[in-house]
């Protein structure tokens, strides 16, 4: 199965999609193409999928953008920006006018296949070295704003647990291997993918690993501030730590002011006090604790929080959102999530030295230092891991010892 769209939404006539293809393309299909598929393989909001043959037998999978769309969505924005004015204007409280803004930025990057096409480019050169990774080739020759034809790759969608159980794939492994991946993009390069549902992200049977996760679909991609970018590695870091001060202060750095207590909760699902083992949840009466501040809480307060966080903020917390949910239908325990995360916060703080230009000490060295700085938390980690189970084990050993008594 090839998946490059979630929604299988009702395609559009093929003798439309064949104009768009001609007006852009410049030629006749049959100039061009050995075989064209009519039936697409993929239908969503914006464009449909097909699948053809190229004259020198290279397979690929052809994305056409509907006819007159772009034209519809300006129009479509124009009064989306008034009727967002409007209530501003009749309820002076109304804050979302923002909102606008993003989704004109989201919608013009994903009806621009060309800038698509260099997303695609871009992540395949942050990845050229991981061997778990495939980006499908870019045939510029036949890429225009409405048309982006690329390589055919086969996959199954990345949380088809049945496929993975049929071709002896371990769904772990897919977890663990797509939680680096994202993690690399948001720690390190900074360059995200903001919507890496698992009809944008499939698993093949191929590659030296026994599997390759195929990486669809790069129209919406959000380059994150630098400044950002390590604010939020160090984030990380203080929440592992759980170091309070530390978090708040990062906290309010990264836009959420008094808020910052919440982002623990958010990200780790544990209050900032917390004394739960990580990955484990809250206690009883740290649910109670936090559900009598959340009463506290107005609709103010929510729409404060909201607005004063940076874009940025939000693509990380919708992809985190939508990674969290792969990797639960996928089995894959909360520490797998956890630890990619450390890994590469902690590598994302190590300066970025070249290889080419800076000396092979200095290179090692750094490679050294941040390896140490992982393995430190990586042995707290496990060290809150052993106090919880010898907390569980005594626990155990004195019931046992309460029955026997009696």
């Given at each position: 199965?090839?998946s ?37 393989v ?75 096409a ?61 939680m680096?991946v ?33 990486i ?49 909760v ?23 604790s ?68 800076d ?19 990586r ?28």
């Amino acid at each position: 199965m090839l998946s490059s769209l979630q929604d299988q939404a009702v395609p559009c006539s093929f003798k439309d999609i064949k104009q768009v293809l001609q007006s852009n393309l410049d030629r006749d299909l049959k100039n061009i193409f050995l075989s064209f598929d009519e039936q697409p393989v993929a239908a969503a909001s914006i464009a449909q999928v097909h699948r053809a043959m190229l004259k020198d037998h290279q397979e690929v999978a052809v994305k056409v953008q509907y006819p007159g769309l772009e034209r519809q969505m300006k129009i479509d924005i124009t009064i989306m920006s008034f009727l967002s004015k409007s209530v501003a204007w009749l309820f002076p409280d109304y804050r979302f006018n923002w909102l606008v803004t993003e989704f004109r930025e989201v919608i013009s990057s994903e009806l621009d296949f060309i800038q698509e096409a260099r997303n695609s480019e871009k992540t395949d050169r942050n990845f050229k070295n991981n061997k778990f990774v495939r980006i499908p080739h870019i045939f510029w020759e036949l890429t225009t704003r409405q048309v982006l034809t690329m390589q055919f790759c086969w996959g199954h969608k990345v949380d088809d647990v049945e496929f993975m159980k049929e071709t002896k794939i371990n769904p772990i492994k897919v977890a663990k291997a797509l939680m680096e991946v994202f993690a690399e993009m948001i720690f390190i390069h900074g360059f995200v993918h903001g919507d890496p549902h698992p009809g944008n992200i499939l698993v093949s049977p191929e590659g030296p690993n026994g599997f390759t996760l195929v990486i669809l679909d790069h129209g919406i991609y959000k380059q994150l501030d630098e400044g950002f970018r390590q604010d939020y590695c160090q984030l990380w870091k203080a929440m592992i730590l759980q170091d309070t001060h530390k978090i708040q202060q990062l906290g309010e750095q990264l836009g959420a002011g008094k808020y910052a207590k919440f982002l623990p909760v958010i990200f780790l699902g544990r209050s900032v006090n917390s004394k739960a083992i990580l990955g484990k949840g809250m206690s009883d009466e740290e649910k109670i604790s936090l559900k009598q501040e959340l009463n506290y809480l107005k609709v103010d307060d929510i729409f404060s929080f909201m607005e004063s966080l940076p874009p940025d903020f939000l693509t990380i917390l919708r992809t985190d959102g939508l990674l969290r949910s792969v990797i639960r239908k996928l089995g894959a325990p909360q520490h797998v999530r956890l630890l990619a995360y450390v890994k590469y916060a902690i590598r994302g703080l190590s300066p970025k030295l070249s290889p080419g230009s800076d000396s092979a000490i200095k290179v090692n060295l750094s490679r050294l230092r941040t390896n140490v700085s992982y393995l430190q938390l990586r042995l707290f980690l496990v060290g809150l891991q052993l106090l919880f189970w010898m907390k569980k084990v005594k626990q155990f050993l004195c019931t046992l010892i309460r029955t026997l008594l009696l």
